[in-house]
């Protein structure tokens, strides 16, 4: 696997929602990246329906078809669908298969009937557990390319957010230790996806599947959460800054091994990812909170290709139920995206969305297009190992907020970076340095298995 | 079929690529004068059947017009409006022409017409969101049912009264908002009571078929447009159990 | 009370989001219409909770308080909070008023603790049924006037939904009859908004309160819910359009009886209001999905002042009750909103909220700030009288839809629209000579009592 | 307090406006030795706490080293966290220091410090998100329990087998998926049907006091912060039902 050198975009002026360097087409025709944004619901089943596969068929059934009917109620002239998988679907990947043939059948109809363009995404659920099992040896690793070989049968895009290196970052993130998100998302994390994603890559093609990417969510997302808003004393907004920015690192590992797109929507480092490698790419914002919260509601719409809501268990609204109504509300946040395309107001419109968020908290302002480029840009510049090109977007990132006199901290917030920073710096050159240190430094965390990795 | 405008972005008319080939009535009556008045109520124009009607009435007789051209002009307006072609205020008007129409027919019997049995229709209490409810009763008119409609906002124990008075084939019932609906149980718990194993319709906004099931005698009814046919079940004995299973689940 | 002879704007040019000529100032000094869009969150209470005052009093508590906790959480800058009454509320206003008084105190918390601006508007329930009581003669409506003194002691703004004309127009709408439509709407509902709010407004400045304004929900929202989207076939969109031209002249008379706004969320017709009354309007669109269907989910947000979500039944969500996941996204909304102000890119990011619903539908193409103004200009006048302003206002909708060959009907909305202005052409001049017509024609409506409206 | 920028019309930093005056820990003893103790477990200082410990142990009693400054400290720590002063990685240092430091004392004790009891903490069967019970562990170590930690994925049996094992004060378990909370209602059965009446804790995103608070044991708990004090109530003879009485309805 050769790390990246370059950057698809020029700069991040010609990054705009709706298009992608390389776009990606579909079975159904549908374009990915091809001129304007697309919605992505993400529908999940209610408590109780996975007991048995009779009962989860049914309750995906009515959340797609809600889905496809409030977009021919509303008129929206695309839509993708993604089921994540819930722990029964992978366990037993025949399950996972049902549903997808079951939901390859009703975007068929839809589209036979009305002309609705519509794809599917099946995110497979990484069920390996770091500090129990050996990641690339057990039955849970079997079962995973399992679920891959069934879904994606029928799926038009495969997908996982994948578990390497979470025993260090779960044990780093609470000890405020920016070494270990280091060594776990980079160094770990993107070893475990580099093995992942040959594997993935290779089932796809042999079964005309687009391999769509992977996402730091288990990692980035985690320390985002924490973060959380304006009241919360989990983790410092910076921190969530800094792990966001290391993500790139292993993220653009899927990419590297052949995946095409798009992104999957939980990963907030994607306008990153789009900046080095002209992918199209999915993102959450606004309608997400449903799902999490997060500070850059709009911003994240900014150079997004499909536009999502993370996911919305069903349930009964006055409206209809949380599918088509969620449906709906991503229908029109596209529509108006669509619509500033339409007018060549794309770009007041996408500085709109971006200062709504840019302020907002440490974590937006490194994901606002021009920051995103310069973080890629390190990263590509700095490409001698997974450490090296992580440190670096660390260390960009920092650079990028302290120099920014319109971006505010609070007093711990700001003391808080600079010791992260301060410590990114007084760490080794070479990856190797930096493994031999890491290996000793958390050889005591519980489960902590470096022949998972390779190591 | 293959979408129309395939470079459309931000919206598409879906109801434009898909509208109906527009279907027209067929003919019902070899008599001029019939199909006349089956045209009159497929065009739902009132005034003029009314005109027509009192004027055949001189040269036929009442149970021949009702059959022969009312109801049957009936039977195709509900035709085009299952295939979709009718609007449903098309089909209001047809039903108020027929009404009017048999209203003179039965003048002229000295007699009211027998209509096939007796609904009861109520919107649920405290709430007077009650188109739904509105829509139901023409249609079971149209149907030829006799509906007592007790109208919206109406009290438990005045449904289940009314039940006891009429005894009808089915009672429905009407909620859009969740704090009204929970008087559908109550209603059913009291109809059990008294031994009327009526089957219970509950449409409206607010129920969804879980929550229709989850009590006994109740039916859940998605679209106002299914009333008629479900009447007709009953009618035909299916038990509400039955009912259920076929409609619901 | 005078009839409205002039318009508030001199062109639909003028007209923006945010800005509204005649600002209105809340008890706790935040200003609507004073230049930024303002979220509006209407939480509604779970069944079961009505039953007693306790249960009711602590699920607003949550409700409101967790709207107003996400504010700080993400830091939206102000809000509005609306109660709507259900029935209980009204049938015992002390339970009214005993919820506006908790939700004063919620709010002067978070204004005191973190400087939150807000305020609250309530909504007394119009529990008037026409064609069962004496509209302005019975314990009913005695009890809508004491809840509306006794809750105006504690909230910023008072409103409701009126009910005047409700028993014509619901015969009228399902027999495709406008003539129906004019005489409910206008004719009656206007007669019955005239008596109700010279009362309202009395009681507003007695208590230091603001007299909202109302809404033409009951008669035009029904018919925009009944025509619904692409595959209904209640009604055609083209009646929807017209009676929500008609609509104005009953929704107008509030403000000429004294409101000062801001409009309520529900009432579609707002945009013509603003255009002809300069008040502050509250509008809602795609996040109302959770309500009902609209065509015109970005289009509302061209004009408004306040943004809201009509009603959203509290439940719990992944990311926390459904209370403050919408306050999250409609302050999203917002923010991007007050976004296009700042940077001085309103009229851009107005004309690609408007081009994403102008041509959807027949009823959103008629609400585009052009058109609307226009449509305000025709009842303005033809202000001899409610029915001939209403019957103008009808007839220049449907002129409008005609002359714009990019609006495309259905065949049979086609036709629908001829019949309907053929029908609107032959009818009298006079209001006298049309209420004559009218009393004749509807006499026989289950329940109509002339009496009600004085005629 | 009045707003800091009464023009910011996109958003408001919040955070920023309320951040707490900035309060630092009080002197926690008179002798110099243990106040260096307490002072770096306050600042989360593993590496020296374990020099400073190893060198004072020639001239202190392990246990007076231990009350009068490791867990001294940590309780400074305790109070800044409640004050909001302190965020989360704070607390976990200073708790992974006294742990460490403790350890030292206890080789030199010869024999392991009493905890104050036992608890068993887990993550639902097929949930992996355990940062919630991470948290926890932390917290209720810190607190000087014992903590039987079954980490994630956990199936229900094994939650039972482990509380019958150790008899622990209280059982904890997190949830995030709304598929994999439906495991608490079983444990509970289970310990009822051995007579074991353990407060069972139940805690994460996808649980809440309805639905914890609908089977027998449970015990909803908000945040994570709150596990120490709920430990101390089922020490001092809370039974389940007390528990749910104060802290949940
Ligand atoms: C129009 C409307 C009104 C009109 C009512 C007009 C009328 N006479 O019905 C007016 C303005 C008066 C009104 C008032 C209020 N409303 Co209202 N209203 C609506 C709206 C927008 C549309 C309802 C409608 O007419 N639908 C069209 C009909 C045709 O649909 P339907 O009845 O569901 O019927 C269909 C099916 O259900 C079925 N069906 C129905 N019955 C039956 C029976 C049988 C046998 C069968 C087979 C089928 C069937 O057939 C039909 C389709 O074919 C809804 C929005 C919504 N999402 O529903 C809110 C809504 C129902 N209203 C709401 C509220 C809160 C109110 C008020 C309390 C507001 C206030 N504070 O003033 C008051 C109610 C006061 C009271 N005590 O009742 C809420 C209810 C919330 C809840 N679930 O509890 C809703 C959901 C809107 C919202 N805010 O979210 N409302
Ligand atoms: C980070 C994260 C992940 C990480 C998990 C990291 C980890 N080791 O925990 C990763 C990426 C691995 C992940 C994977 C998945 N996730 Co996830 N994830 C999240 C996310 C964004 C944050 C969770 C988190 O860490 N919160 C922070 C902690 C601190 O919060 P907490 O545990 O709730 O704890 C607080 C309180 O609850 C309390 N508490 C908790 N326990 C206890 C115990 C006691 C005794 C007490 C007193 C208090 C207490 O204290 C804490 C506060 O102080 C949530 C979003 C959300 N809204 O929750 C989704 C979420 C939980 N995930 C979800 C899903 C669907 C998945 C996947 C299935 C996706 C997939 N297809 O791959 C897989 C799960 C596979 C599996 N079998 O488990 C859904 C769950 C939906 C549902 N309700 O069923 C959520 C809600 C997001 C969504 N899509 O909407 N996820």
């Known amino acids: 696997m050769k790390l990246s050198n370059s950057m698809a975009y020029k700069s991040a002026k010609e990054m705009i929602f709706g298009t992608a360097l390389k776009p990606v087409k579909t079975k159904r025709g549908l374009i990915l990246g091809g001129g304007y944004v697309i919605p992505e619901i993400v529908p999940h089943p209610r408590p109780g329906s996975e007991k048995t596969i009779k009962s989860l068929l049914r309750e995906f059934e009515r959340a797609n078809e809600d889905a496809l009917e409030r977009c021919v109620i509303v008129g929206i002239p695309a839509i993708q669908i993604e089921n994540e998988h819930v722990f029964q679907m992978t366990d037993n990947p025949q399950w996972g298969m049902e549903i997808a043939a079951q939901t390859a059948h009703q975007l068929d109809e839809y589209y036979e009937k009305y002309g609705l363009k519509c794809s599917y995404r099946s995110t497979i659920a990484d069920i390996r557990k770091p500090d129990q099992i050996d990641m690339r040896n057990s039955e849970r690793t079997d079962k995973i390319f399992e679920a891959f070989k069934y879904s994606s049968k029928y799926a038009d895009i495969i997908s996982i957010e994948s578990l390497g290196g979470k025993e260090i970052f779960d044990y780093s993130i609470i000890r405020n230790d920016v070494t270990g998100l280091l060594f776990g998302q980079a160094v770990l994390g993107g070893r475990d996806m580099e093995w992942l994603w040959t594997n993935i890559v290779d089932i796809a093609k042999n079964n005309n599947c687009i391999p769509g990417g992977d996402t730091s969510c288990a990692h980035a997302n985690t320390a985002m959460f924490m973060a959380g808003g304006f009241i919360s004393k989990d983790i410092p907004q910076t921190l969530a800054a800094l792990s966001r920015a290391i993500s790139v690192s292993n993220t653009l590992v899927a990419y590297e091994c052949g995946a095409v797109g798009p992104g999957k929507d939980c990963a907030y480092e994607n306008p990153i990812i789009k900046a080095i490698t002209g992918i199209p790419i999915s993102t959450e914002g606004k309608a997400s909170a449903c799902a999490h919260m997060d500070l850059c509601g709009n911003l994240m719409a900014a150079v997004c290709d499909l536009w999502s809501n993370e996911a919305i268990q069903y349930t009964d609204m006055f409206g209809g139920s949380s599918s088509a109504v969620f449906t709906e509300i991503l229908g029109y946040d596209a529509a108006a995206l669509n619509s500033a395309i339409e007018l060549g107001f794309q770009k007041q419109f996408q500085a709109c969305l971006i200062n709504s968020d840019r302020y907002r908290s440490p974590h937006s302002f490194i994901l606002c297009p021009d920051n995103a480029w310069a973080i890629g840009k390190a990263v590509v510049d700095n490409n001698e190992s997974l450490y090296s090109r992580a440190r670096a977007a660390a260390l960009k990132s920092g650079e990028l907020m302290f120099n920014d006199p319109n971006l505010q901290f609070t007093a711990f917030e700001k003391e808080s970076l600079t010791k992260y920073i301060k410590e990114l710096e007084a760490l080794p050159d070479k990856e190797d340095d930096f493994i031999d240190m890491c290996l000793k430094k958390y050889s005591k965390v519980k489960g902590f298995k470096p022949s998972s990795y390779n190591l | ?249």
Not at chain 2, 16 to 45: F, H, P
Not at chain 2, 184 to 210: D, S
């Open chain 2, 1 to 249: 079929m293959k979408p129309k405008s395939e470079t459309n972005k931000i919206f598409t008319r879906y109801d434009i690529n898909v509208e109906v080939a527009r279907q027209t009535a067929r003919k019902v009556s070899e008599d001029e004068n019939l199909q006349k008045v089956a045209d009159c109520i497929v065009s739902g124009n009132e005034d003029e059947l009314e005109n027509l009607v009192k004027s055949i009435l001189h040269i036929k007789e009442p149970m021949e017009i009702i059959n022969g051209g009312l109801i049957a002009g009936m039977k195709e307006v509900s035709r085009l409006w299952e295939l979709g072609v009718y609007f449903l205020p098309q089909v209001i008007l047809s039903s108020d022409s027929m009404i009017a129409g048999i209203k003179l027919c039965e003048q002229k019997l000295g007699r009211p017409m027998e209509k096939k049995a007796k609904v009861v229709t109520h919107t649920a209490e405290g709430d007077i969101h009650d188109i739904g409810q509105v829509i139901v009763n023409a249609l079971l008119n149209a149907a030829g049912y006799e509906v007592i409609n007790l109208g919206a906002d109406v009290p438990v124990d005045d449904v289940i009264e009314a039940c006891r008075i009429h005894k009808p084939i089915i009672v429905t019932g009407t909620a859009l908002m969740t704090t009204t609906m929970t008087a559908f149980p109550k209603i059913a718990f009291g109809l059990k009571q008294i031994n009327l194993n009526i089957p219970f319709i509950c449409g409206g906004g607010a129920v969804n078929e879980e929550f229709v099931t989850s009590f006994d005698l109740g039916i859940w009814g998605k679209e106002a447009s299914q009333a008629p046919a479900l009447a007709e079940d009953a009618l035909n004995g299916l038990s509400w159990l039955e009912m259920r299973t076929k409609w619901n689940g």
